[in-house]
């Protein structure tokens, strides 16, 4: 990758973190001085970055934040966009601007106040992408052999908005595969809710673009109770997939953001 290209670079870390403040100046400091844009989201439990920019300052930007022991074992997806983003994209992911914000949930899980909020310590088990594609292929080979096993109790759950998933998903033929439609992510619990019938008793097989969306979302799916035990989500998302599988594996289309 040449260090002219443009590149995006998605992270989030859930820690305890003790000075916002000083937190919220690096990050104001860094990526004006690096001319990044996008979102930074920073709460007492961690952060949340989706930004934007050339590939040296990215990578500038990496080494920074590494040097901070708080993000110690934080998974960085960094991946060439070979050009700015369109107009429509950028408006859509934030890279207009440089938006930085303390909040109190790195991502907007619900649009109502839940009465029990997910823990993420809760959250549904991590698949490496070998992992996750394998338990897709495990259950074609299955279906084809008419095997009545417990791959038939397999779902494939989109975490993603609908804006998302309407230009690439994961597609197995013989696996059923669930896609909430929502406008907003902070719409999924409710589907949830509304569609808990479909997801009971079901291994739930989760992904979204980077990682912390499943994060959240299998650990609500979870605080459901008995028959909501088995969900799983792909560790580093599509992201990390695609990284794995370059001919696309079972994901069909592009993963958006990085692919735009």
Request: proline residues 4%; charged residues 20%; glycine residues 8%.
């Amino acid at each position: 990758m040449s260090k002219d290209e443009y590149g995006v670079l998605l992270y989030y870390k859930f820690a305890s973190i003790p000075d916002l403040n000083s937190l919220f100046s690096f990050y104001h400091s860094n990526c004006i001085s690096l001319g990044l844009l996008g979102r930074v989201r920073l709460s007492p439990n961690g952060v949340n970055v989706t930004v934007g920019g050339l590939l040296s300052a990215l990578e500038k930007h990496i080494e920074a934040v590494k040097s901070n022991s708080l993000f110690q074992g934080t998974d960085f997806k960094l991946a060439s966009s070979y050009h700015p983003l369109n107009d429509k994209v950028a408006v859509e992911c934030g890279f207009t601007s440089l938006s930085i914000r303390v909040v109190k949930e790195l991502v907007t899980f619900s649009s109502y106040p839940l009465l029990n909020p997910p823990e993420v310590s809760n959250a549904g088990r991590h698949l490496s992408a070998a992992e996750f594609h394998s338990v897709l292929q495990s259950a074609g080979k299955l279906m084809k052999n008419g095997s009545p096993t417990d791959d038939k109790q397999l779902v494939l759950l989109d975490a993603r908005n609908l804006y998302e998933t309407r230009i690439g998903k994961f597609h197995a033929p013989s696996v059923e595969t669930l896609d909430p439609g929502i406008r907003q992510y902070s719409d999924l619990p409710s589907w949830i809710d509304d569609n808990s019938e479909l997801l009971r008793g079901k291994h739930v097989l989760m992904y979204c673009t980077g990682g912390i969306r499943c994060e959240m979302a299998s650990a609500y799916i979870r605080s459901k109770g008995a028959g909501f035990e088995n969900v799983f989500q792909l560790y580093g998302g599509i992201q990390r997939y695609l990284e794995q599988f370059p001919d696309g594996g079972f994901f069909r289309g592009k993963n958006f953001v990085f692919d735009h």
